[in-house]
């Protein structure tokens, strides 16, 4: 997927660091890093570009590197880098790109990719929270801002307008099939 290295000397590389600061960046690189992966691999269904996707986890990043000295130790760090991750992506969605792609490892990725371009973004951000990365529903809330009664009620409109999709998907190529 990514390579944690490069992305981990890139971090902080570039800065001339204190040794406050380097325990700091110590402190930093043990929270994040671990998350690194599944960051890049959610920006990468959201985004489908590679390069996109990378430079959405830069900055992702960046952000919860200046933010770091803010950031209340004990608080789950990765529900907070994912609620950057998602508020970047949002922005850049509304410079006119597209999420439009998810992955189930039991169906073909062409498949899940055309399904999953026809749900509303609303609720593919909670359906790749909670079914995708795991957060619980008070989790996802607190990423997307909204109320868990919202997550709860976009992951169950989020999963039938899925199932519809797929239905209708592998009904078309049955049909073409026969």
Not at 69 to 77: D, I, L, P, V
Not at 111 to 124: C, E, Q
Request: hydrophobic share 45%.
């Amino acid at each position: 997927m990514v390579n944690t290295n490069s992305q981990n000397d890139s971090m902080v590389a570039a800065v001339n660091l204190t040794p406050t600061a380097n325990r700091s960046a110590a402190a930093f690189e043990s929270e994040a890093l671990p998350h690194l992966n599944d960051l890049y691999g959610t920006a990468l269904h959201m985004l489908r570009q590679s390069a996109k996707a990378s430079d959405v986890v830069q900055e992702t990043y960046l952000r919860a590197w200046k933010a770091f000295s803010k950031y209340e130790r004990g608080a789950n760090f990765k529900a907070w880098l994912f609620q950057i991750l998602i508020n970047i992506v949002r922005r850049e969605r509304t410079s006119g790109l597209k999420w439009d792609s998810w992955r189930v490892e039991d169906l073909s990725q062409d498949l899940v990719v055309s399904a999953m371009s026809l749900v509303p973004v609303d609720f593919m951000e909670v359906l790749l929270l909670v079914d995708g990365q795991g957060f619980s529903y008070r989790e996802a809330a607190e990423i997307l801002g909204v109320s868990t009664d919202v997550v709860a009620h976009r992951v169950v409109l989020g999963r039938n307008h899925l199932h519809s999709e797929l239905e209708a998907c592998c009904s078309t190529r049955v049909a073409v099939a026969e």
